[in-house]
Structure formats: structure tokens, C-alpha cells
């Protein structure tokens, strides 16, 4: 019922910045909450930002002050920009979105590298 495609990721140095979209199709009207995952080869997906459907934000400590997650309703569309960049962020970031009454939706993810 929704579809989600990220865009944005790419290699970067530590310190630059990337931003990432999330544009979502099909049943958006029912979109409460949205959110960037993210999982580095070997590791557990972990959190990284989420979002209501009223902009109400929240971060883990890890990327607390670094990141900004960001909704556009009228585009359909989330984005998470990464500032100060470390090596150490480097994974596959993924768009989830949680709807109304119905199940969560993920996309296919997006690359983001960062080096030394």
C-alpha cells in the first residue's frame, strides 16, 4: 500500500555531509510515524532518527546533535540530513514508515560510505 525510495547516499569524507530522501507513494494519507534505520555489515539494524506525522523528532545519543530528520507531508517525503560525518557511520540507511491500523513499510535502502 505505500512504497519507499531513498536517494542521497554516496561516499563522503569524515566531516562532509550528505542529505537522504525518502519519497513515499501509494496509501500516504495513513502515515503516522516515519523513521531512518540504518545497518552496517555484521551489525544489527539500529535506529537512527524517527518522526511523527506532526514533526515531533527523536535521536539515539549516537548521532544526537549530528543528524536532522525532516518530513515535507505535502511531498510525501522524509529526509535526514548528516552533518559531521565519522567513519563509523557508514551503512546501508533505510526509510520505514508505520501507517495507520496497517503494517510498517521499508525501502530498499541506500549506501552511505564515509571515509578516513
Known amino acids: 500500500q505505500v512504497q519507499l525510495v531513498e536517494s542521497g547516499g554516496g561516499l563522503v569524507q569524515a566531516g562532509g555531509s550528505l542529505r537522504l530522501s525518502c519519497a513515499a507513494s501509494g496509501s500516504t494519507g495513513s502515515i503516522s510515524t516515519s523513521a531512518w534505520y540504518r545497518q552496517a555489515p555484521g551489525k544489527q539494524r539500529e535506529l537512527v532518527a524517527t518522526?511523527?506525522?506532526?514533526?515531533?523528532?527523536n535521536y539515539p545519543d549516537s548521532v544526537k546533535g549530528r543528524f536532522t530528520i525532516s518530513r515535507d507531508n505535502a511531498k510525501n517525503t522524509v529526509y535526514l540530513q548528516m552533518n559531521s560525518l565519522k567513519p563509523e557511520d557508514t551503512a546501508v540507511y533505510y526509510c520505514n514508515t508505520e501507517t495507520v491500523g496497517g503494517p510498517i513499510y521499508w525501502g530498499q535502502g541506500t549506501q552511505v560510505t564515509v571515509s578516513s
Open positions: 518522526i511523527s506525522r506532526y514533526g515531533s523528532t
